[in-house]
């Protein structure tokens, strides 16, 4: 019995694992090569509010609040930049990835580029369950992600058709989907830090443990508590590393089980605000993600970009080459493993694959899609 409860907890140890180290491992690279990022167009942040959402699931929200973060004169091209899980369109404005891409004569210079960074349902400051709905929340997927930021662009910005909608990671998947889903509504397409094939594999089992530990834990209550359960921090602590960071990354910051310690332990005590309900949508919204069906569809050119030590989207499955085979104008890049790399966090640094947007900016037609 003690055994089952010590794997009942370590299970709720999992929940929230993904927000402190890809935290810590992205201001690691900011501390690293942001000294020489170029400054760009102060960020300004807007809400719209959505009549009538309708779910997937069928409900329906009669006001879904959208926020979303935009760089640049709205009279420059437009460019939509989508974030990862547990983040929220500014989660993107750090030295390593805008530092590295808005500024003059970047590859995405903000005086010539409208950037438009949204917030997707149940994160940032969108509509989500700790606004107040709690476990009443509409059971949200992707699907309905991509379908708010459509509404988003087309209804309130008035815009039918974007230069570059480019992804991080969940936004990366989102990508995936906006290419298929509206295929000319983009030139170029760009899914970083994921896969176009169903969710599955050790990526799924671990969201899956995040799940069923939060519902599981008793300091749950159903999504009612009062306060965040207690093992919150040291769960995103635990899920991050069994999922972030590149083996010889944090190998290279970790040498001995000293410097170990220290790691978790400064992870361990660094301020945490997330909240119960918000994650565990969060990382359930994943749940039916497949683009695999629909890559025949795609008529922007697309480059997809992954790194060779990504946990959550392993290189040797072997399963990118054939996927981009089915994309008319697709290709894909690499990014090789090293000390300086980390993992699944990999793509939010831009010096890494910077100049493979920027050849695509200068060479792809306008209106090609």
Same mark, same amino acid.
């Given at each position: 019995?003690?055994?089952?409860?010590?794997?009942?907890?370590?299970?709720?140890?999992?929940?929230?694992? $993904?927000?402190?180290?890809?935290?810590?491992?992205?201001?690691?690279?900011?501390?690293?090569?942001?000294?020489?990022?170029?400054?760009?167009?102060?960020?300004?942040?807007?809400?719209?509010?959505?009549?009538?959402?309708?779910?997937?699931?069928?409900?329906?929200?009669?006001?879904?609040?959208?926020?979303?973060?935009?760089?640049?004169?709205?009279?420059?091209?437009?460019?939509?930049?989508?974030?990862?899980?547990?983040?929220?369109?500014? =989660?993107?404005?750090?030295? #390593?990835? #805008?530092?590295?891409?808005?500024?003059?004569?970047?590859?995405?210079?903000?005086?010539?580029?409208?950037?438009?960074?949204?917030? $997707?349902?149940?994160?940032?400051?969108?509509?989500?369950?700790?606004?107040?709905?709690?476990?009443?929340?509409?059971?949200?997927?992707?699907?309905?992600?991509?379908? #708010?930021?459509?509404?988003?662009?087309?209804?309130?910005?008035?815009?039918?058709?974007?230069?570059?909608?480019?992804?991080? =990671?969940?936004?990366?998947? !989102?990508?995936?989907?906006?290419?298929?889903?509206?295929?000319?509504?983009?030139?170029?397409?760009?899914? /970083?830090?994921?896969?176009?094939?169903?969710?599955?594999?050790?990526?799924?089992?671990?969201?899956?443990? /995040?799940?069923?530990?939060?519902?599981?834990?008793?300091?749950?209550?159903?999504?009612?508590?009062?306060? !965040?359960?207690?093992?919150?921090?040291?769960?995103?602590?635990?899920?991050?590393?069994?999922?972030?960071?590149?083996?010889?990354?944090?190998?290279?910051?970790?040498?001995?089980?000293?410097?170990?310690?220290?790691?978790?332990?400064?992870?361990?005590?660094?301020?945490?605000?997330?909240?119960?309900?918000?994650?565990?949508?969060?990382?359930?919204?994943?749940?039916?993600?497949?683009?695999?069906?629909?890559?025949?569809?795609?008529?922007?050119?697309?480059?997809?970009?992954? =790194?060779?030590?990504?946990?959550?989207?392993?290189?040797?499955?072997?399963?990118?080459?054939?996927?981009?085979?089915?994309?008319?104008?697709?290709?894909?890049?690499?990014?090789?493993? =090293?000390?300086?790399?980390?993992?699944?966090?990999?793509?939010? !640094?831009?010096?890494?694959?910077?100049?493979?947007?920027?050849?695509?900016?200068?060479?792809?037609?306008?209106?090609?899609?």
């Amino acid at each position: 019995m003690q055994i089952i409860k010590m794997l009942k907890q370590l299970g709720w140890a999992l929940g929230f694992a $993904a927000l402190t180290v890809s935290a810590a491992i992205a201001q690691g690279a900011d501390a690293t090569h942001g000294a020489d990022a170029v400054q760009y167009p102060a960020a300004q942040e807007h809400d719209w509010v959505a009549p009538d959402f309708h779910f997937h699931t069928g409900d329906v929200l009669p006001q879904l609040r959208l926020h979303y973060t935009t760089v640049g004169d709205p009279t420059g091209e437009p460019v939509v930049i989508l974030h990862g899980t547990t983040g929220s369109g500014d =989660s993107m404005l750090t030295p #390593a990835f #805008a530092g590295k891409l808005f500024g003059p004569g970047q590859p995405l210079d903000a005086r010539h580029y409208f950037i438009i960074l949204p917030d $997707a349902i149940g994160t940032g400051r969108s509509s989500k369950p700790s606004d107040g709905l709690r476990a009443r929340f509409p059971n949200y997927n992707y699907d309905d992600m991509v379908s #708010a930021q459509y509404r988003l662009l087309t209804e309130h910005l008035g815009l039918h058709h974007v230069r570059l909608i480019l992804g991080n =990671s969940m936004g990366g998947m !989102q990508t995936w989907m906006w290419a298929e889903k509206y295929p000319t509504f983009m030139d170029i397409a760009v899914p /970083m830090a994921s896969l176009p094939t169903p969710m599955s594999g050790r990526n799924w089992m671990l969201r899956r443990f /995040m799940i069923d530990s939060i519902r599981n834990d008793p300091a749950w209550m159903g999504g009612n508590y009062t306060t !965040q359960p207690p093992s919150a921090q040291f769960a995103s602590v635990y899920f991050a590393i069994a999922t972030n960071g590149g083996s010889q990354h944090l190998y290279k910051v970790a040498p001995t089980s000293e410097k170990a310690d220290r790691f978790i332990d400064d992870r361990l005590h660094a301020p945490f605000d997330g909240d119960a309900n918000d994650y565990l949508y969060q990382w359930a919204s994943s749940r039916d993600y497949d683009p695999s069906q629909g890559l025949g569809r795609i008529q922007a050119v697309l480059l997809a970009i992954n =790194s060779m030590d990504d946990e959550r989207n392993p290189s040797e499955l072997g399963v990118l080459a054939p996927s981009i085979k089915q994309v008319k104008n697709g290709e894909f890049y690499l990014i090789p493993a =090293s000390g300086d790399t980390g993992g699944h966090g990999t793509a939010a !640094q831009a010096k890494f694959w910077s100049d493979k947007v920027d050849g695509l900016l200068k060479t792809v037609k306008h209106g090609s899609s």
